[in-house]
């Protein structure tokens, strides 16, 4: 290891020790602060003296019908977190988060957050970015001498920005059976990068077009445990989970938290069947993240509050990416960089299973938007019931 090496590890280190002390000095108030189980309750009560003035009795009707009318006393349903200024305006939970034994979706209920979760990762690699470990343009073969066959080409930033050309193993059947079978039927991100070393071509030159890939952000999640010495759940719940507060949050594999989660919910001809688990569920970096809407509430505040990352750092995360071509794709390092109805907003879909998540933030409005359901065959989905919600909380609909 140079002298270089060893004094960017340390700065890491740094950066582990103060996100465990921040965590002990919580869990014994020595910040001047309520514990853990208090902090998010005494926020929202703040929040909710105000919030009660956020939306109208008519305006919170109109939501829960969007729910009422898909969600019964025994089906699968969903939750929300409306959030304006900084404050919860709107937050809830409906229907049952498992049919049996019936149990009740609440703000603390856990669902996989799915392709969201690619924020995470996101937030993991730029935290390394300012700790001085990597460079976005850096060349993913420096890292992984067995991705150097893709060429100089394949950075860092197209695989953040999904213009590697790496195929999703979820369009490609001879990828996806590849690595299923190096990991003996429950593979991990070190089954995947051992496919990847020897099997499949680019589909295109990196930088040429947008190609959204999963196998493109669990290549960024092997990349946050190589540089810090983590796994990748651990190094999640170390930087982003302990400090933002989300103390429900956590990343795969986690057996005892697990066992408190939502169940997903498919259907067939008899009625509302569960999905549990799927083979891939142990591969990190495209989404393998449980979370409430309460955590989505304190994650919220952590962007606003530049609390993970730079506000500078986080800007380059929303900023659309320019192909070879010159031309600008629609979406930044794990948010699509778009508007709705006239107004800038960054947001992203997630599923998993058989759960459907969507957040959206109305970015000159300070209004977000956190939408989570158990079941895939809502009508509306995730990002169309955020969207209503939108259409009520801020152009009178």
Partial sequence: ???????????????????????????????????????????????????????TPQQKKKIDTIFTAFVGKATPGGAITIIDKNQVVYQKGYGLCRLSPKQAITTKSLFHVGSVGKQFTALGIMQLYEDGLLDYDDPIGDYFEGLQRFGTRLTIRRLLNHTSGIADYDEDEELYDAILTEGDGHPTNADLMAVLSEQ???????????????????????????????????????HIFVPAKMLATFALPNALKRSKVCYSYTEDEEGPVPEKSDPFDLINGSGSTFSTVEDFFLYDQALNNNLLVSKT??????????????????????????????????????????????????????????????????????????????DICLFGG
């Fill in 1 to 55: 290891m140079t002298r270089l090496d060893s004094v960017l590890r340390n700065r890491l280190h740094l950066r582990s020790i103060l996100s465990i002390l921040i965590a002990c000095l919580l869990y014994v108030g020595l910040l001047g602060e309520a514990k853990p189980a208090e902090v998010y309750h005494q926020t929202m009560a703040a929040a909710s003296d105000t919030a009660a003035l956020g939306l």
């Fill in 200 to 238: 499949g071509d680019a589909l295109f030159t990196p930088g040429r077009a947008f190609h959204y890939s999963n196998t493109g952000y669990d290549v960024l999640g092997a990349l946050i445990e190589k540089l810090s010495g983590q796994t990748y759940a651990n190094y999640l719940r170390d």
């Fill in 313 to 390: 750092t986080l800007a380059e995360a929303w900023k659309p990416t320019k192909l070879n071509n010159g031309k600008l794709s629609n979406y930044g390092f794990a948010w699509d960089v778009v508007k709705y109805r006239g107004k800038p907003i960054v947001a992203h879909s997630g599923s998993w299973l058989a759960f459907d998540s969507y957040y959206m933030r109305f970015r000159n409005e300070r209004f977000s938007i956190f939408v989570t359901l158990n079941l895939d065959y809502a009508q509306p989905d995730a990002e169309q019931i955020a969207k209503k919600i939108a």
